[in-house]
């Protein structure tokens, strides 16, 4: 960590200005922030949102205007991510503004909500969001096993947790209510037992239901588990190797990507995998999201921003395993970056027109 560094250049959000600018870093910051933090800096004559770029011992002006504060609940843009926007903003020859603006588009509904601290709290709050109780199987059997000791005079609870039950362990809260004709009391003691978990959803993605079964691995041909091998061998290692993949469609070559991506999780890293078109890729982002239920994201610019926002949160968290989505995915917060998929990868479609310009390929 750069302890007591007292200086930060910062990279404006959401201004026309393609510059980096030095301020000064407040006592009680010094040592806690990072490149990567959000902050609010005076600019001109007001507030505004930027990103640390990085600390410095000195800055490259003689006055300096001191940073407002950090923003509260924002997590950290990773190293990895903070260096390929660095990387992009020089090889494409956009400013770094440009990239972070790409990398993060949600400053811009943060400002309606002021400059403070808690800008993005609340940004979060004002969202359509469904409130989604899920079981914890584990619990509710050690439980049943016992004969449920503390729910023997709850009535309520019981009806919860078998209305629950019989949805399939996942419900809408509305829902779980409205079935079990009760309250949110009973609901809110099954939580505090530790027999259900309360979860929030973009509203149209809070469906009902047991979770599909994950589908299992498939055999290796031996030509795939060559593949396999060597870039498993590669990851291992964590040594930078690129590797093609040349075969015809069906030819086994995205059961080859799953297993390596299987290999790569197992060993506590994340994997990114690129797709040149969202909607001519269904079928292999169905597989993946039928291999790894629940430690999946889907990234793309269609994403509306209560869509983004939830999935940047569980990307940051480290709550996801796998990013999967067109080339704006790889602006996606992963940490511990261990395999990047890109397929199809002559496909003109990882090409940015707009701007900032880049290449998803090479960026990868």
């Known amino acids: 960590m750069n302890r007591g560094k007292p200086f930060a250049a910062v990279s404006p959000l959401a201004v026309p200005v393609d510059a980096v600018f030095d ?6 910051l010094q040592g806690k922030l990072r490149p990567g933090d959000m902050v609010s800096v005076p600019f001109r004559n007001r507030n505004i949102f930027a990103v640390v770029v990085k600390l410095k011992d000195a800055p490259e002006v003689e006055k ?3 940073i407002t504060g950090r923003v509260d609940d924002f997590r950290t843009f990773p190293p990895d991510l903070m260096r390929l926007c660095a990387w992009v903003s020089q090889v494409f020859l956009c400013s770094m503004r440009a990239v972070l603006d790409t990398v993060f588009p949600f400053q811009k509904s943060m400002r309606k909500r002021g400059f403070e601290a808690d800008a993005y709290r609340r940004l979060k709050r004002s969202l359509v969001m469904s409130k989604v109780v899920n079981l914890v199987p584990e619990a509710v059997e050690s439980a049943r096993a016992l004969g449920f000791p503390d729910l023997k005079r709850a009535k309520s609870q019981l009806a919860a947790l078998a209305a629950l039950e019989a949805a399939g362990g996942s419900m809408p809260l509305a829902e779980l209510l409205k079935a079990a004709n009760t309250t949110r009391a009973p609901v809110d003691a099954l939580i505090e037992k530790g027999y259900a978990a309360l979860a929030f959803l973009p509203a149209h993605m809070a469906v009902a239901g047991a979770p599909e079964a994950a589908e299992p691995q498939h055999s290796l041909s031996p030509d795939q588990e060559v593949a396999y091998q060597r870039i498993t061998h590669a990851v291992t290692e964590g ?3 690129e590797f093609l993949l040349h075969g015809i469609t069906g030819s086994g070559k995205t059961e080859v990507y799953m297993h390596a991506a299987a290999e790569c999780i197992r060993q506590g890293r994340t ?9 001519l890729s269904t079928q292999i982002i169905q597989r993946f999201l039928r291999r790894y239920i629940g430690r999946i994201a889907v990234w793309h ?3 509306n921003l209560t869509e983004r926002l939830y999935e940047w949160e569980r990307i940051a968290s480290g709550q996801v395993d796998i990013v999967i989505g067109a080339r704006s995915a790889v602006f996606a917060p992963l940490m511990s970056l261990g395999l990047v998929i890109v397929d199809e ?3 003109a479609a990882y090409k940015q027109d707009s701007f900032p310009r880049y290449h998803g390929r090479q960026a990868a």
């Open 64 to 66: 300096v205007k001191p």
């Open 239 to 241: 040594r930078h190797e």
């Open 271 to 279: 994997v990114l995998v690129l797709v040149p078109e969202i909607a």
């Open 301 to 303: 610019s269609m994403l």
């Open 23 to 28: 301020y000064a870093v407040p006592l009680e």
């Open 345 to 347: 990868e002559q496909e």
